[in-house]
């Protein structure tokens, strides 16, 4: 059979060039967003209308961003500390001659990565949390807020309809994930395999199932290689024991393993592998098994991330592949996009201010001398209104704005002000700096690149040359 194998070498290559060559990327800041609402006239009847009355007749969007992030943080207080926030101000009025009740949405990007600080006491690497000193107002006094979270992968693009979809008041509802769902974990150990001789020895099998009755899931998986009907699983044997997750129907045909010298998985060599351990546990225990209570996170936002994550990972045949995301751990907590949930409550003709503090994190790019700071808030979300009017934005700082999407950005005393009678077409992203011209820090670019590729292109042509050769005397 015909077989499509995942190159491990090249992607640890291409992922060093992108480490040298891009800058880290998190999602951004939007405008909060109508989740849902309902309509109450004077008797109590309930207004199904699809189009919600309340308008927002202006918006001031301040970012205060008197510092920059460190790369790197010792500490959770010097992390708590950084003090860079924005806040948006709605006047919001309500068109209609009845009450209304509607919940808002304020997504405002996933932890960065400079937001993980490492506990020497501990030995383990923590996500403080930052979100305590922020806070949303009506009319100037507080008001109650829910912190939501839902899945968001590294590399995707926020999209209002699809990531607000993911938004669930309790567990979510799947055409094949339930709570109540079996989960068999087989667990698996390898003896007889000469790891001495065959130190990158592999053990590997081709799970035989119905992918519309049961999914896989394998811990410690290194690779996969997707047959014509099928999927090969595949794990280096030092990182045994083999934990096989089987969601949904047991296995009527338990797993062939074979062994081979390497990852490539094409000459087989001896071992046995043998079963340890069979544990049978429900869905909700399986992906809630790295769930902490006092994460801050709603348990049942965790489980739908945790779903959705399987089905993103989801491959042919029914494997979810394992080998380059968080599942050995079962931890997404830096996968998740945060959100504040609240509500608010319009009589007829009422109009009212409604403000939202979060944090601000930039992502920054130290391809240039000094680096340069880039921030971005989507403006689309408030699009969801049915009528939204001038927008007034400020960024008060003292560095320099380098670049902007608007292009109608002025200096005053405070830093950088734009004003705006309409939504633009576009988001609004801006670049800030130390200095007013930054430079490109090429010469630091090529030695650093030169540092690590020169060796790695070396051991590459050492390993090509001994592969040629190996083959070449067969």
């Known amino acids: 059979m015909k077989k499509k194998k995942r190159m491990k070498t090249g992607f640890l290559f291409l992922s060093l060039c992108i480490l040298l060559t891009s800058v880290p990327a998190f999602p951004a800041l939007a405008n909060s967003a109508r989740l849902q609402w309902t309509g109450t006239d004077r008797t109590g009847a309930i207004i199904t209308d699809e189009t919600c009355p309340v308008t927002v007749e202006r918006e001031q969007l301040t970012f ?3 510092e920059f992030p460190e790369q790197s943080y010792r500490k959770t207080d010097d992390y708590l500390d950084y003090g860079s926030r924005v806040t948006a101000e709605y006047t919001f009025y309500n068109l209609a001659d009845y009450a209304v009740t509607a919940v808002l949405v304020f997504p405002f990007g996933k932890l960065p990565d400079y937001g993980t600080v490492y506990d020497e006491e501990k030995g383990e690497q923590i996500l403080p949390s930052d ?16 912190l939501r979270h839902t899945f968001a992968p590294f590399g995707r693009q926020f999209d209002k309809e699809k990531d ?6 309790g567990y979510m509802e799947d055409e094949f994930y339930t709570p109540d769902m079996p989960v068999t974990r087989y667990t698996y150990v390898s003896s007889g395999v000469d790891t001495e001789t065959w130190d990158a020895a592999s053990a590997a099998f081709i799970p035989v199932f119905d992918p519309s009755e049961t ?28 934990t096989v997750n089987v969601i949904g129907r047991p296995l009527k045909q338990m797993p062939e393993w074979k062994f081979y010298e390497n990852g490539a998985c094409e000459k087989e060599i001896e071992g046995t592998m043998a079963l340890a351990d069979t544990k049978v546990l429900t869905l909700e225990e399986f992906v809630l098994s790295e769930y902490q209570e006092n994460s801050g996170i709603l348990k049942h936002d965790w489980y739908n991330a945790m779903i959705e994550a399987m089905k993103y990972f989801e491959v042919s045949h029914g494997i979810i592949d394992s080998s380059e995301n968080s599942f050995e751990l079962f931890d997404i907590s830096r996968e998740l996009m945060r959100w504040y949930e609240y509500e608010l409550v319009l009589e007829p003709g009422e109009r009212l201010k409604n403000t939202v503090t979060a944090p601000v994190y930039p992502s920054f790019n130290t391809a240039y001398e000094p680096p340069v700071y880039e921030y971005t808030y989507l403006l689309s979300p408030a699009q969801s209104w049915k009528d939204f009017g001038p927008l007034d934005i400020a960024v008060n700082t003292p560095y320099y704005m380098v670049e902007d999407s608007l292009g109608q950005f002025k200096q005053d005393d405070s830093g950088f002000t734009c004003h705006l009678e309409e939504l633009p077409e576009g988001e609004l992203t801006f670049t800030l700096c130390q200095e007013g011209n930054p430079s490109k820090s090429a010469d630091r670019n090529t030695v650093t690149a030169a ?7 070396a051991v590459l042509v050492i390993i090509a040359v001994v592969i040629w050769k190996k083959k070449r005397n067969e």
């Open 451 to 457: 540092v690590i590729f020169l060796p790695l292109a």
């Open 164 to 169: 607000m979809a993911l938004l669930h008041q």
């Open 215 to 242: 999914k896989i899931l394998m811990e410690n998986q290194n690779g996969l290689s997707t047959l014509e009907d099928a999927v090969q699983l595949e794990s280096w044997v030092h990182d045994e024991p083999f």
């Open 64 to 66: 205060d961003i008197q």
């Open 131 to 146: 979100t305590e000193k922020y806070n949303i107002t009506v009319n100037g006094a507080e008001i109650q807020k829910t």
